[in-house]
């Protein structure tokens, strides 16, 4: 199966700054998601990241706050723009990579 | 959408016991996929079940699927100190592009 390489795997913001979160793939991918998990909770989908088109958010999540690239078939960012504290939570990208599902081993973000 | 939901979503035991978690959700399936997350990092794929099969063994696990009843439940026997972690559901949706929706989670805690 593939393997992401997902950094940084933690970090501590000040408020009203940016945090890009990367992950890489060991193989190519065609289509790779972004999850967040808030303190206690479940998964919830941010957007799905298809290389050379925009990426499709979930209800909730725009692009300004959570802007997304994906340059290739290997790689993508996920950017927590002007962050607060309530964007304190563990994100975690992720692929399905023939017919299985892969994750990435998150990023906590505390935000202060 | 559609939300997965376990129970009980917290499950306290000895080792050497079994634990039984299940889960619940809304609409038509491909798959149904138990993960577990350790210390609130990322997510290990633990089993897949698919939405034509019944039940489906890995090592201790047990893993039954009732469409008709749309519930799964996942069976950990003789379980060890090591298992502690959350346990959370994932339902591969049969309409639409393929995303996972999970749970809300199961969080076990086995004392030696």
């Known amino acids: 199966s593939a393997v992401i390489s997902q950094k940084p795997s933690r970090d501590i913001c000040q408020r009203g700054t940016s945090l890009t979160i990367q992950c890489q793939v060991d193989s190519q991918v065609t289509m790779m998601f972004w999850y967040r998990q808030q303190p206690g909770q479940s998964l919830t989908l941010i957007a799905t990241?298809?290389?050379?088109?925009?990426?499709?958010?979930e209800s909730g999540f725009v692009i300004d706050k959570f802007p997304i690239s994906r340059p290739n078939l290997t790689f993508s960012t996920l950017t927590v723009s002007n962050m607060s504290p309530e964007d304190s939570s563990i994100y975690l990208c992720?692929?399905?990579?023939?017919?299985?599902?892969?994750f990435g081993s998150g990023t906590r973000l505390t935000v202060v | 959408s559609q939300q997965g939901e376990e129970d009980p979503q917290a499950l306290s035991i000895q080792e050497g016991e079994n634990a039984t978690m299940n889960c619940s959700y809304k609409?038509?399936?491909?798959?149904l996929q138990w993960y577990r997350q350790n210390s609130g990092r990322g997510l290990v794929h633990l089993i897949l079940i698919r939405s034509n099969e019944r039940e489906k063994h890995s090592g201790r696990l047990r893993v039954t699927l009732d469409t008709s009843k749309k519930s799964s439940s996942l069976l950990i026997t003789a379980s060890r100190a090591a298992d502690t972690a959350s346990y959370f559901c994932a339902t591969d949706a049969a309409s639409g592009y393929s995303t996972l929706t999970f749970g809300k989670g199961t969080m076990l805690l086995v004392s030696p």
């Open positions: 609409t038509s399936i491909n798959n």
């Open positions: 990241a298809n290389q050379g088109s925009e990426a499709t958010y």
């Open positions: 992720s692929l399905n990579h023939r017919g299985g599902y892969t």
